[in-house]
Every structure is written in structure tokens, then in C-alpha cells.
């Protein structure tokens, strides 16, 4: 005979927490992204397309990111819901690391005539 007891899981009030501290830090992402597009595109040339597109997604990518943690997460342990927010915060550095170095060394496919 075999005992299924049930599992313990973490109060909803602690997940909600995790997931707003590391919101915190998804929203400093997308803060510093709208300022740069902000700076981008009040420069002389102003941005073209391309520059939009690129520096729009920028600004939605640490939001689909977290979503997608949260997502993920959800019936996870609380331990297993931060690492993945944490993961997804490595990410989200990378990729802001790739849009400034495409920003600095090909700014001028980006500027509008």
C-alpha cells in the first residue's frame, strides 16, 4: 500500500513577491531601452525603419522574457521560478549587450535621411 501525501507548496504571496522583485529589474531593462530609442530618435537624423524596428523590439523583448519566466515558472517551486527569472535576466542582458554593440558599430544604417 503506498501513501501519496500531499505537497507542500509555497503561499501564493511568496511566488508574487519573487516575481515582483525580479520584475523590478525586467522594468529597468525596458526603462533603459525606451530612453535610449528616446535619444535615438530625437537625434538630428532621426531613425529610419530599420531603427525602429530594431530599437522597438528592444523595448518588448525584457517584457516577453519575463512573461515567458512567469509563464514557466508558475508551478514550479519557488526556487526553480527565480532561477528561471534569473536566466532570463542573463538574456535579457545579452541581448541589450548585442543591440549597443550593433547600435555603436553600425549606427549609421540606423539614421534616417
Known amino acids: ?20 522583485i525580479f520584475g523590478l529589474f525586467y522594468a529597468y531593462a525596458v526603462w533603459t531601452a525606451v530612453s535610449f ?7 538630428v537624423e532621426g531613425l529610419n525603419g530599420a531603427g525602429w524596428a530594431i530599437l522597438l523590439f528592444s523595448v518588448v ?16 517551486p519557488v526556487l526553480h521560478l527565480a532561477v ?8 535579457t542582458a545579452v541581448f541589450w549587450l548585442n543591440i549597443l554593440t550593433y547600435a555603436i558599430t553600425n549606427g549609421n544604417s540606423l539614421i534616417g535621411s
Open 1 to 20: 500500500m503506498t501513501s501519496t501525501s500531499p505537497v507542500r507548496r509555497a503561499p501564493s504571496w511568496l511566488r508574487a513577491t519573487v516575481a515582483g
Open 37 to 43: 530609442l528616446a535619444a535615438q530618435a530625437g537625434a
Open 61 to 76: 523583448f525584457p517584457i516577453i522574457v519575463f512573461v515567458a519566466g512567469v509563464l514557466l515558472g508558475r508551478r514550479r
Open 84 to 91: 528561471i527569472l534569473v536566466v532570463g535576466l542573463g538574456l
